[in-house]
C-alpha cells in the first residue's frame, strides 16, 4: 500500500508543478506584444498574446466622416489581426511549455 501511497504523492506533485507551470506561462503570455494591421498599415492594433489590447493607431488619412464604415471595418479587421496573431504567439508559447511535459500522446494543455 506504501507504493500506491507513494505513486499518488508522485502524481500530486506533478500536477502541482505543471499547474505553476501554466500559471508562469499565462502570466508570460501577457508580455508578449503583437501588432494587427490592416488598409495596408493605415489601422493597427497592438495586443498582447493574451488578448488584451494594448493600443490603436488610426492614419490621419482615414478620418473622413463620409468613410466611417470603411475606417470601421478597418479597425474590426485589424483587431482579427491582432487576435489571431495573439493566438499564434500563445499556443507557440505553450507549446514551448509543454514540451518537456511527460503527457500522453495527443493531450492538449488548456490555455
Given at each position: 500500500m506504501t507504493d500506491m501511497n507513494e505513486l499518488f504523492k508522485a502524481a500530486q506533485e506533478m500536477a502541482a508543478n505543471i499547474q505553476g507551470q501554466?500559471?508562469?506561462a499565462q502570466a508570460?503570455?501577457?508580455k508578449?506584444?503583437?501588432e494587427g494591421v490592416s488598409?495596408?498599415?493605415l489601422v493597427k492594433i497592438k495586443a498582447t498574446a493574451k488578448g488584451r489590447i494594448l493600443g490603436v493607431?488610426?492614419?490621419d488619412s482615414l478620418i473622413v466622416p463620409a468613410e466611417k464604415q470603411m475606417l470601421e471595418d478597418l479597425?474590426?479587421?485589424?483587431i482579427n489581426d491582432a487576435r489571431a496573431k495573439a493566438d499564434a504567439a500563445g499556443s507557440e508559447e505553450m507549446?514551448?511549455?509543454s514540451a518537456g511535459l511527460p503527457?500522453?500522446?495527443g493531450f492538449k494543455l488548456p490555455f
Open positions: 501554466m500559471a508562469d508570460g503570455l501577457d508578449i506584444e503583437v488598409g495596408g498599415g493607431s488610426i492614419d479597425i474590426a479587421a485589424a507549446s514551448k511549455m503527457l500522453p500522446p
